[in-house]
């Protein structure tokens, strides 16, 4: 019998996404076990003491496997069913690159552009920044292709799928586009089975609109509140 797949999350994360979508894909039964951000579990501070953050994937008596991408390689590594990764070196290295240009120079400053879209600053130095890298990224989509895994969803697909979700979501509570989302991704049987609703993330990220906002003033100058 095959050991069991245990995966710690949390409601509307784009960083569980990405491991619910690699399990998926590869055909992996696994429970999600919901963690509370705002109240963590002893299984989590047991499972991941480095950072306190989820996902974090358990897998049998093995010790835990954590960050988002490190799981999905893993995932693509330890399961049978369609490869994640490229076959050949390069293309592992190309994938690899982008997904870390993704986190590094995306996901930090869409936190930014978010606050300043909040507080009514469109033309702000973060959302040029989150639209110039995306722009950047997105040019590696091979030629004639809807995915950069070529025609099916790949490891660079789930990098930035649940970020550009977010972007959406973003948008939508600041009031103003930014971005126009990606549409091959989220309208995949698998990706759809597990996405964050859409509700929930604007629910959640409105509540916290204020804040933001009250985060965004000594950085922001004339932050405004309504
Ligand atoms: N680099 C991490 C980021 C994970 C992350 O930021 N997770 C958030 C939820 S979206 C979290 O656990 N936050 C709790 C905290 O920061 O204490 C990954 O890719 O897994």
């Given amino acids: 019998m095959s050991e069991p797949v245990k995966l710690i999350g949390s409601l509307g994360s784009p960083y569980v996404h990405r491991a619910e979508v690699a399990l998926r894909l590869k055909g992996v039964p696994y429970q999600l076990i919901l963690e509370d ?34 799981i999905v390689e893993y995932v693509d590594e330890t399961f049978d069913g369609p490869p994640l990764l490229p076959a050949d070196s390069h293309g592992r290295a190309m994938a690899r690159f982008w997904a870390r240009f993704v986190d590094e120079k995306c996901s930090m400053s869409m936190w930014g552009a978010l ?85 929930h993330l604007v629910a959640a990220l409105t509540v916290r609109k204020e804040l933001y906002v009250g985060l965004a003033k000594p950085a922001v100058p004339h932050a405004q509140t309504s």
Avoid at 38 to 55: C, G, Q, W
Avoid at 148 to 174: N, P, R, S
């Fill in 37 to 70: 951000l705002d109240d963590k579990s002893e299984l989590l501070f047991t499972h991941n003491p480095a950072n306190e953050k989820v996902p974090v994937l358990l897998h049998g008596d093995r010790s835990a496997v954590c960050e988002s991408l490190v």
């Fill in 115 to 199: 606050i300043w879209m909040i507080v009514g600053q469109t033309h702000s130095e973060p959302a040029e920044t989150v639209k110039d890298n995306l722009t950047l990224q997105e040019r590696q989509l091979p030629e004639g292709k809807r995915f950069f895994g070529g025609d099916t969803i790949g490891y660079l697909d789930i990098a930035v799928g649940g970020i550009t979700l977010w972007l959406g979501v973003f948008e939508q509570v600041a009031g103003m586009p930014l971005l126009t989302e990606e549409k091959h991704y989220t309208a995949d049987e698998t990706v759809r089975r597990c996405l964050p609703e859409r509700g």
